[in-house]
Protein backbone atom coordinates (compact mmCIF):
# COMPACT_ATOMS: atom_id res chain seq x y z
CA UNK A 1 0.00 0.00 0.00
CA UNK A 2 1.25 3.33 -0.95
CA UNK A 3 2.20 5.61 2.37
CA UNK A 4 1.43 9.20 1.32
CA UNK A 5 4.32 12.20 2.39
CA UNK A 6 4.13 13.76 5.91
CA UNK A 7 2.97 17.22 4.72
CA UNK A 8 4.78 20.07 6.27
CA UNK A 9 1.34 22.10 7.43
CA UNK A 10 1.29 26.10 7.33
CA UNK A 11 -0.54 27.93 10.20
CA UNK A 12 -3.58 27.99 8.53
CA UNK A 13 -3.92 24.75 8.56
CA UNK A 14 -2.91 23.92 5.04
CA UNK A 15 -0.21 22.28 3.94
CA UNK A 16 2.55 24.17 2.81
CA UNK A 17 3.69 22.98 -0.85
CA UNK A 18 6.61 26.18 -1.50
CA UNK A 19 9.13 24.17 -1.96
CA UNK A 20 7.85 22.15 -5.44
CA UNK A 21 7.95 25.92 -6.64
CA UNK A 22 4.57 25.49 -8.30
CA UNK A 23 3.77 28.91 -10.41
CA UNK A 24 0.58 30.77 -8.84
CA UNK A 25 -2.24 30.42 -11.01
CA UNK A 26 -5.12 33.24 -10.62
CA UNK A 27 -6.54 33.17 -14.11
CA UNK A 28 -6.09 29.80 -15.70
CA UNK A 29 -7.78 30.89 -18.47
CA UNK A 30 -5.32 33.15 -19.66
CA UNK A 31 -2.74 31.42 -18.84
CA UNK A 32 -4.70 28.99 -21.42
CA UNK A 33 -4.19 31.06 -23.65
CA UNK A 34 -1.36 32.15 -23.59
CA UNK A 35 0.30 28.86 -23.43
CA UNK A 36 -1.75 27.76 -26.79
CA UNK A 37 0.12 31.08 -28.36
CA UNK A 38 3.24 29.88 -27.19
CA UNK A 39 3.38 26.44 -27.79
CA UNK A 40 1.95 27.60 -31.52
CA UNK A 41 5.18 29.82 -31.79
CA UNK A 42 7.01 27.05 -30.59
CA UNK A 43 5.68 24.83 -33.68
CA UNK A 44 6.46 27.63 -36.17
CA UNK A 45 9.83 28.60 -35.33
CA UNK A 46 10.98 24.87 -34.71
CA UNK A 47 9.06 22.67 -36.42
CA UNK A 48 7.95 24.53 -39.95
CA UNK A 49 11.03 24.37 -41.58
CA UNK A 50 11.06 21.28 -41.64
CA UNK A 51 7.82 20.39 -42.24
CA UNK A 52 7.98 22.70 -45.41
CA UNK A 53 11.23 20.51 -45.96
CA UNK A 54 9.20 17.47 -46.08
CA UNK A 55 6.65 17.88 -48.13
CA UNK A 56 9.31 19.53 -50.91
CA UNK A 57 10.16 16.05 -50.78
CA UNK A 58 6.94 14.36 -52.91
CA UNK A 59 8.70 14.54 -55.91
CA UNK A 60 12.48 13.79 -54.60
CA UNK A 61 15.15 11.79 -56.67
CA UNK A 62 17.92 11.23 -54.82
CA UNK A 63 17.24 7.04 -54.94
CA UNK A 64 17.16 7.81 -58.96
CA UNK A 65 20.47 9.45 -58.70
CA UNK A 66 22.43 7.85 -56.73
CA UNK A 67 21.25 4.68 -58.40
CA UNK A 68 22.65 6.08 -61.41
CA UNK A 69 26.15 7.38 -59.19
CA UNK A 70 26.40 3.95 -58.03
CA UNK A 71 26.20 2.08 -61.05
CA UNK A 72 29.03 3.59 -62.88
CA UNK A 73 31.19 3.42 -59.47
CA UNK A 74 30.54 -0.25 -59.16
CA UNK A 75 31.53 -1.10 -62.88
CA UNK A 76 34.75 0.64 -62.12
CA UNK A 77 34.87 -1.55 -58.53
CA UNK A 78 34.28 -4.55 -60.64
CA UNK A 79 36.71 -4.01 -63.47
CA UNK A 80 39.50 -3.03 -60.31
CA UNK A 81 38.95 -6.47 -58.80
CA UNK A 82 38.71 -8.61 -62.14
CA UNK A 83 42.10 -6.96 -62.97
CA UNK A 84 43.74 -7.78 -59.40
CA UNK A 85 42.40 -11.00 -59.89
CA UNK A 86 43.74 -11.66 -63.22
CA UNK A 87 47.18 -10.16 -61.95
CA UNK A 88 46.92 -12.52 -59.33
CA UNK A 89 46.19 -15.77 -61.22
CA UNK A 90 49.20 -14.52 -63.87
CA UNK A 91 46.66 -13.60 -66.58
CA UNK A 92 44.82 -17.35 -65.64
CA UNK A 93 46.07 -18.88 -68.92
CA UNK A 94 43.52 -16.64 -71.00
CA UNK A 95 44.08 -16.17 -74.66
CA UNK A 96 43.96 -12.39 -75.92
CA UNK A 97 40.58 -13.28 -77.52
CA UNK A 98 39.52 -14.77 -73.93
CA UNK A 99 40.34 -11.43 -72.22
CA UNK A 100 38.85 -9.74 -75.37
CA UNK A 101 35.78 -11.86 -74.78
CA UNK A 102 35.39 -10.88 -71.13
CA UNK A 103 35.43 -6.85 -71.71
CA UNK A 104 32.86 -7.27 -74.13
CA UNK A 105 30.88 -9.45 -71.52
CA UNK A 106 31.79 -6.65 -69.22
CA UNK A 107 30.69 -3.63 -70.73
CA UNK A 108 27.28 -5.68 -72.19
CA UNK A 109 27.02 -5.85 -68.43
CA UNK A 110 27.51 -2.85 -67.75
CA UNK A 111 24.96 -1.05 -70.15
CA UNK A 112 22.20 -3.53 -68.75
CA UNK A 113 22.86 -3.26 -64.87
CA UNK A 114 22.82 0.81 -65.20
CA UNK A 115 19.63 0.50 -67.68
CA UNK A 116 18.30 -2.39 -64.84
CA UNK A 117 19.15 -0.50 -61.84
CA UNK A 118 17.75 3.04 -62.83
CA UNK A 119 14.36 1.60 -64.06
CA UNK A 120 14.10 -0.36 -60.48
CA UNK A 121 15.55 3.34 -59.08
CA UNK A 122 12.58 5.00 -60.96
CA UNK A 123 9.81 2.70 -59.30
CA UNK A 124 11.01 2.28 -55.92
CA UNK A 125 11.64 6.42 -56.21
CA UNK A 126 7.43 6.40 -56.88
CA UNK A 127 6.70 4.27 -54.71
CA UNK A 128 9.15 5.87 -51.83
CA UNK A 129 7.57 9.34 -52.83
CA UNK A 130 3.44 7.87 -52.82
CA UNK A 131 4.04 6.67 -49.37
CA UNK A 132 5.38 9.91 -47.95
CA UNK A 133 2.38 11.72 -49.85
CA UNK A 134 0.34 9.28 -47.85
CA UNK A 135 2.13 10.11 -44.55
CA UNK A 136 1.83 14.33 -45.40
CA UNK A 137 -2.21 13.82 -46.24
CA UNK A 138 -2.17 11.58 -42.90
CA UNK A 139 -0.93 14.31 -40.95
CA UNK A 140 -2.80 17.15 -42.79
CA UNK A 141 -6.03 15.54 -41.94
CA UNK A 142 -4.63 15.25 -38.45
CA UNK A 143 -4.03 18.46 -37.94
CA UNK A 144 -7.36 19.62 -39.83
CA UNK A 145 -9.70 17.67 -37.41
CA UNK A 146 -7.48 19.04 -34.47
CA UNK A 147 -8.11 22.85 -35.74
CA UNK A 148 -11.60 22.31 -36.20
CA UNK A 149 -11.73 20.35 -32.56
CA UNK A 150 -10.39 23.61 -31.09
CA UNK A 151 -12.75 25.85 -33.48
CA UNK A 152 -15.90 23.98 -32.27
CA UNK A 153 -14.39 24.20 -28.44
CA UNK A 154 -14.26 28.08 -29.11
CA UNK A 155 -17.86 28.11 -30.41
CA UNK A 156 -19.36 26.08 -27.94
CA UNK A 157 -17.83 28.22 -25.44
CA UNK A 158 -19.25 31.33 -27.27
CA UNK A 159 -22.45 29.78 -27.85
CA UNK A 160 -23.24 28.44 -24.05
CA UNK A 161 -21.98 32.12 -23.16
CA UNK A 162 -24.27 33.84 -25.39
CA UNK A 163 -27.38 31.73 -24.32
CA UNK A 164 -25.99 32.26 -20.17
CA UNK A 165 -25.72 36.11 -20.89
CA UNK A 166 -29.20 35.74 -22.35
CA UNK A 167 -30.98 33.67 -19.49
CA UNK A 168 -29.10 36.24 -16.87
CA UNK A 169 -30.25 39.29 -18.90
CA UNK A 170 -34.11 37.69 -18.62
CA UNK A 171 -34.02 36.38 -15.27
CA UNK A 172 -32.66 40.28 -14.19
CA UNK A 173 -35.26 41.84 -16.29
CA UNK A 174 -38.10 39.24 -14.55
CA UNK A 175 -36.77 40.12 -11.46
CA UNK A 176 -36.76 43.62 -11.70
CA UNK A 177 -40.76 43.28 -12.90
CA UNK A 178 -40.95 41.53 -9.93
CA UNK A 179 -39.77 43.54 -7.50
CA UNK A 180 -41.74 46.50 -9.39
CA UNK A 181 -45.52 44.59 -9.52
CA UNK A 182 -44.82 43.97 -5.54
CA UNK A 183 -44.25 47.35 -5.31
CA UNK A 184 -46.76 48.65 -7.13
CA UNK A 185 -49.18 45.86 -5.33
CA UNK A 186 -48.17 47.24 -1.77
CA UNK A 187 -49.25 50.82 -2.69
CA UNK A 188 -52.38 49.48 -3.76
CA UNK A 189 -53.12 47.50 -0.68
CA UNK B 1 -32.17 40.19 -4.49
CA UNK B 2 -28.49 41.23 -4.84
CA UNK B 3 -26.46 41.95 -7.89
CA UNK B 4 -23.87 39.28 -8.74
CA UNK B 5 -20.48 39.93 -7.62
CA UNK B 6 -17.17 38.91 -10.25
CA UNK B 7 -15.61 37.28 -6.65
CA UNK B 8 -18.15 34.85 -6.98
CA UNK B 9 -17.25 34.00 -10.31
CA UNK B 10 -13.47 33.55 -9.39
CA UNK B 11 -11.81 29.92 -10.34
CA UNK B 12 -11.42 27.89 -7.13
CA UNK B 13 -8.73 26.18 -5.20
CA UNK B 14 -9.08 23.04 -7.02
CA UNK B 15 -9.38 24.48 -10.44
CA UNK B 16 -6.26 27.31 -9.57
CA UNK B 17 -4.01 24.17 -8.40
CA UNK B 18 -5.06 22.30 -11.58
CA UNK B 19 -3.86 25.37 -13.49
CA UNK B 20 -0.84 25.61 -11.65
CA UNK B 21 0.31 22.03 -11.82
CA UNK B 22 -0.29 21.87 -15.51
CA UNK B 23 1.87 24.72 -16.33
CA UNK B 24 4.56 23.74 -14.01
CA UNK B 25 4.34 20.56 -16.16
CA UNK B 26 4.23 22.50 -19.64
CA UNK B 27 6.90 24.29 -18.36
CA UNK B 28 9.21 21.31 -17.67
CA UNK B 29 7.91 20.39 -21.29
CA UNK B 30 9.39 23.34 -23.00
CA UNK B 31 12.53 22.93 -20.99
CA UNK B 32 13.26 19.16 -21.57
CA UNK B 33 11.29 17.27 -23.74
CA UNK B 34 11.02 20.30 -26.79
CA UNK B 35 14.75 20.79 -27.28
CA UNK B 36 15.18 16.99 -27.29
CA UNK B 37 11.76 16.99 -29.81
CA UNK B 38 14.34 19.94 -31.81
CA UNK B 39 16.69 17.65 -31.76
CA UNK B 40 15.09 14.44 -32.96
CA UNK B 41 13.97 16.36 -36.12
CA UNK B 42 17.14 18.06 -37.05
CA UNK B 43 18.77 14.54 -36.66
CA UNK B 44 15.93 12.98 -39.11
CA UNK B 45 16.66 15.57 -41.41
CA UNK B 46 20.57 16.17 -41.68
CA UNK B 47 21.47 12.09 -41.16
CA UNK B 48 19.43 11.17 -44.52
CA UNK B 49 22.66 10.78 -46.33
CA UNK B 50 24.40 9.27 -43.32
CA UNK B 51 21.76 6.48 -43.30
CA UNK B 52 21.96 5.64 -47.40
CA UNK B 53 25.68 5.30 -46.97
CA UNK B 54 25.77 2.92 -44.32
CA UNK B 55 22.87 0.97 -45.84
CA UNK B 56 24.88 1.23 -49.08
CA UNK B 57 28.04 0.02 -47.55
CA UNK B 58 26.21 -2.79 -45.70
CA UNK B 59 25.07 -4.33 -48.86
CA UNK B 60 28.49 -3.65 -50.44
CA UNK B 61 29.74 -5.63 -48.16
CA UNK B 62 27.36 -8.16 -48.21
CA UNK B 63 28.35 -8.87 -52.08
CA UNK B 64 31.80 -8.82 -51.52
CA UNK B 65 31.86 -11.20 -48.67
CA UNK B 66 29.81 -13.41 -51.12
CA UNK B 67 31.45 -13.02 -54.28
CA UNK B 68 34.90 -12.44 -53.64
CA UNK B 69 35.41 -14.11 -50.52
CA UNK B 70 36.79 -17.05 -52.18
CA UNK B 71 38.44 -16.09 -55.46
CA UNK B 72 39.75 -18.71 -57.97
CA UNK B 73 41.49 -19.08 -61.02
CA UNK B 74 37.98 -20.58 -62.96
CA UNK B 75 36.05 -18.10 -61.70
CA UNK B 76 38.94 -15.29 -62.98
CA UNK B 77 39.09 -17.03 -65.85
CA UNK B 78 35.21 -17.19 -66.22
CA UNK B 79 33.26 -14.64 -69.20
CA UNK B 80 30.72 -13.97 -66.66
CA UNK B 81 32.22 -12.80 -63.60
CA UNK B 82 33.44 -9.33 -63.37
CA UNK B 83 29.96 -7.83 -65.29
CA UNK B 84 28.27 -10.62 -62.95
CA UNK B 85 29.76 -8.42 -59.64
CA UNK B 86 29.34 -5.18 -61.07
CA UNK B 87 25.46 -5.89 -61.19
CA UNK B 88 25.11 -7.81 -58.34
CA UNK B 89 27.12 -4.64 -56.28
CA UNK B 90 24.46 -2.27 -58.27
CA UNK B 91 21.59 -4.22 -57.35
CA UNK B 92 22.25 -4.75 -53.79
CA UNK B 93 23.19 -0.75 -53.77
CA UNK B 94 20.32 0.04 -55.11
CA UNK B 95 18.83 -1.81 -52.57
CA UNK B 96 20.67 -0.47 -49.59
CA UNK B 97 19.81 3.22 -50.94
CA UNK B 98 15.94 2.16 -51.13
CA UNK B 99 16.19 0.61 -47.50
CA UNK B 100 18.05 4.12 -46.30
CA UNK B 101 15.77 6.59 -47.80
CA UNK B 102 12.81 4.47 -46.45
CA UNK B 103 14.40 4.85 -42.98
CA UNK B 104 15.18 8.59 -43.07
CA UNK B 105 11.98 9.15 -44.43
CA UNK B 106 10.23 7.14 -41.66
CA UNK B 107 12.20 9.26 -38.74
CA UNK B 108 11.35 12.49 -41.19
CA UNK B 109 7.63 11.93 -40.80
CA UNK B 110 7.51 10.51 -37.11
CA UNK B 111 9.28 14.02 -36.23
CA UNK B 112 7.10 15.97 -37.92
CA UNK B 113 4.09 13.74 -36.62
CA UNK B 114 5.07 13.96 -33.39
CA UNK B 115 5.57 17.97 -33.54
CA UNK B 116 1.94 18.30 -34.52
CA UNK B 117 1.09 16.30 -31.60
CA UNK B 118 0.08 13.22 -33.90
CA UNK B 119 0.52 9.68 -33.35
CA UNK B 120 4.08 8.81 -34.24
CA UNK B 121 5.45 4.56 -35.01
CA UNK B 122 8.48 4.21 -32.54
CA UNK B 123 10.36 1.92 -35.36
CA UNK B 124 13.44 4.05 -35.87
CA UNK B 125 15.42 4.48 -39.48
CA UNK B 126 18.46 2.82 -38.78
CA UNK B 127 16.61 -0.22 -37.61
CA UNK B 128 15.44 -0.12 -41.51
CA UNK B 129 18.36 -0.89 -42.55
CA UNK B 130 18.89 -4.45 -41.26
CA UNK B 131 16.07 -5.32 -43.09
CA UNK B 132 18.58 -5.05 -46.67
CA UNK B 133 17.81 -8.41 -48.60
CA UNK B 134 20.16 -10.42 -50.91
CA UNK B 135 19.14 -9.20 -54.32
CA UNK B 136 18.43 -12.15 -57.25
CA UNK B 137 20.51 -10.59 -59.05
CA UNK B 138 23.02 -11.29 -55.98
CA UNK B 139 22.02 -14.65 -55.34
CA UNK B 140 22.18 -15.26 -59.22
CA UNK B 141 26.22 -14.24 -59.36
CA UNK B 142 26.23 -16.64 -56.27
CA UNK B 143 25.13 -19.50 -57.66
CA UNK B 144 27.18 -18.98 -60.94
CA UNK B 145 30.37 -18.90 -58.86
CA UNK B 146 29.32 -21.93 -56.68
CA UNK B 147 28.57 -23.66 -60.13
CA UNK B 148 32.01 -22.80 -60.93
CA UNK B 149 33.64 -23.83 -57.67
CA UNK B 150 31.81 -27.00 -57.79
CA UNK B 151 33.19 -28.24 -61.29
CA UNK B 152 36.48 -27.17 -59.80
CA UNK B 153 35.78 -29.71 -56.98
CA UNK B 154 34.47 -32.31 -59.53
CA UNK B 155 37.50 -32.25 -61.42
CA UNK B 156 39.61 -32.05 -58.64
CA UNK B 157 37.92 -35.11 -57.24
CA UNK B 158 37.86 -36.98 -60.60
CA UNK B 159 41.84 -36.44 -60.40
CA UNK B 160 42.27 -37.75 -57.05
CA UNK B 161 40.41 -41.15 -58.23
CA UNK B 162 42.27 -41.15 -61.51
CA UNK B 163 45.36 -41.55 -59.34
CA UNK B 164 43.85 -43.95 -57.40
CA UNK B 165 42.96 -46.16 -59.88
CA UNK B 166 46.98 -45.75 -61.14
CA UNK B 167 48.20 -46.40 -57.83
CA UNK B 168 46.24 -49.03 -57.86
CA UNK B 169 47.28 -50.78 -61.13
CA UNK B 170 50.65 -50.20 -60.15
CA UNK B 171 50.43 -51.75 -56.54
CA UNK B 172 51.07 -49.41 -54.55
CA UNK B 173 47.98 -49.99 -52.16
CA UNK B 174 49.42 -53.39 -51.47
Known amino acids: ?6 KNYTSSGSPNYDALGLPDVQDPDKVFGDILREDYADYINNFRGYENRLLGMTDDT ?33 SAAQIQAQKAAAQRGNALSMTNTVNNA ?14 LIGIGQ ?25 NAKSSYRSGLIGMGTSILAAFAI | MSKPKASQFEAGESEKANASIALAQNNYFDEVYMPKQKEMTEAAFRDEKTLMDTAEGRANADTFIALTENP ?9 TQADLA ?13 GIIGA ?12 KLQADTQTGLSQIAKIENTE ?36 YG
Open chain 2, 137 to 172: TLNMAKANLDTSLGYMKGLTNIGKGLAYRKGLNEGK
Open chain 1, 1 to 6: MAVRQA
Open chain 2, 105 to 116: RSDQTNAIKSAN
Open chain 2, 87 to 99: SALSDMSLQGTTQ
Open chain 1, 62 to 94: TLIDRARRNTARQAEIAAGVQKRNLERYGGAGL
Open chain 1, 122 to 135: RMRQRDINQALLRD
Open chain 1, 142 to 166: GINSSSLAGLATAAQGQSARDSAYK
Open chain 2, 72 to 80: NRNAVAAVN
